[in-house]
């Protein structure tokens, strides 16, 4: 069976149907009440149309890749420090009760309520966004390393003790490998968490990206680029999620 | 000094007490044990539930200490877990990341042994419990059997003195007990005078492996009986008058008791 981004072609009917009625509704049925209809609820081949324009001129591709790095960057920064935390968190009980109420106040704030610090802090442009995207993702990374490493079955550990393990044999031989699932839980959460902040930092302070693309769209009057910058950003948050998921399989093919 | 004379396992009036935090109550589970297990033999701990038997085993695998008493290996105190006491769990415990080879490996890995040997070493156990071709298999491709071989291989491939094994066979349907309990003999004709140190709830499989049986009874775990089996294995347990003997006598003490 041929498959598409790890979708069977048939499964793709229904997607499909969903764009041909978009387009029925928007082309035929919305414009008979409405004759205003173009400007608020545009077809699918205007935004084809629209993205066709944007390709042309370049400017898609800088506004992705502008977006892509600071999901990148952030993501990754946070990658590298939640996971070495949440590592020394497991490992140490005495260090996991010390950090527990600084994590478990900052937490629950939900990431979009540091925008107007990050841009007090950073101003508007790259690093307010990658630092919001940092917070929206480092708990979510932190927490499941933490829990991943309590999950280790008890039982896997005395195995490797009574196999010759000393502490630190047991924690890279033992506790890394059966945390790791629970890790790649959290980073793929993580990246979910960082796409979506990413768009509402753009719309809030950004001159560049996807969601300043967004934002542009209603200055312009233009719905084609709002849905079409909507549709990018799910289509690549999807596309991501697929890698994460690919980079899962390799490094655990014992699943 | 030598030492040879010295039993391999030895228990010295221990007592193990547990106490629920959130109840206040406190559980004798051992009261009072003593026995010890000469090197080489196959002793096997018989008992019902809640006699203590994976308790002792805790004890001599070092996992917990006792409350009383002394517990020793080769007449030194046990401190805690060494691969000198290798465990084979009921649950069989393999490493789901590492293959069969690997998982096999494992103690020699921690031991630090020269890659050649080791491999020299699995390849040896590989095919001594039987799993010629699986060596790269992963835990999930196998069966209940199969990973129950791998965890006796991984124990008996770290070379310890003592191998503790908490019925190891437990959770296996019975035409796979049955079948392993011959593996299990086979397989350790191939090991030279290993103790073990063998836990069941199973009075046919305490007579057809032990050398020693030791009976426990419940709340509080207490040793009630030992028997001695001199008979050459494998053994019949239906025709041999002795045997049968003291399957009589082992029914009468265990079920009084439940």
Known sequence: MRRFLSVRVWDLTTTVLVVVLWEIVADYIYPAFNANSRNIFPPPWAVVQTAGNLISNGELFHHIGVSLLRVVVGFSAAALIAIPLGLSMGAWPGWRRQMSVVVEVLRPIPPFAWIPIGLLWFGVGDTQSIFVIFIASVFSILLNTVAGIDAVEPILRRSALSLGADRRKLFYHVILPAALPQIVVGLRIGLAFAWMVLVASELIGSTSGLGYLILDSRNLGLPSLAFMGMLIIGLIGYILDIGLRTLERMLMPWR | ?258
Do not use: C
Request: proline share 5%; glycine share 8%.
């Open chain 2, 1 to 258: 000094m030598d030492l040879s004379g010295t039993p391999a396992v030895e228990l010295r009036n221990v007592s193990k007490t547990f106490t629920s935090a959130k109840l206040g109550e406190t559980l004798l589970a051992l009261d009072n044990v003593s026995f010890s297990i000469q090197r080489g033999q196959f002793f096997v701990i018989l008992g019902p539930s809640g006699s203590g038997k994976t308790t002792i085993l805790n004890l001599v695998a070092g996992f917990e200490p006792p409350t009383h008493g002394q517990v020793l290996a080769m007449g030194k105190p046990i401190r805690g877990p060494s691969w000198q006491r290798a465990v084979v769990f009921q649950e069989h415990a393999l490493f789901p990341w590492l293959t069969v080879a690997d998982n096999i490996a494992f103690g020699l890995r921690m031991k630090e042994i020269p890659k050649r040997t080791r491999r020299d070493k699995v390849a040896e156990y590989i095919d001594v419990v039987g799993l010629s071709g699986f060596a790269d298999k992963y835990p999930k491709e196998l069966s209940g059997g199969m990973k129950q071989r791998v965890g006796i291989a991984r124990a008996l491939a770290v070379d310890s003195d003592i191998v503790i094994m908490d019925e190891p066979l437990g959770a296996l349907d019975a035409q796979t007990r049955a079948e392993m309990q011959g593996e299990l003999l086979r397989i350790l004709q191939h090991e030279k005078r290993k103790t073990v140190l063998f836990v069941t709830h199973s009075i046919e499989e305490a007579l057809k492996l032990g050398d020693e049986i030791l009976v426990m009874s419940a709340r509080p775990g207490r040793v009630k009986q030992v028997f001695h089996l001199s008979q050459a294995r494998p053994r019949s347990i239906l025709t041999d008058p002795e045997i049968l003997q003291m399957n009589v006598e082992l029914h009468r003490l265990l079920h009084r008791d439940t």
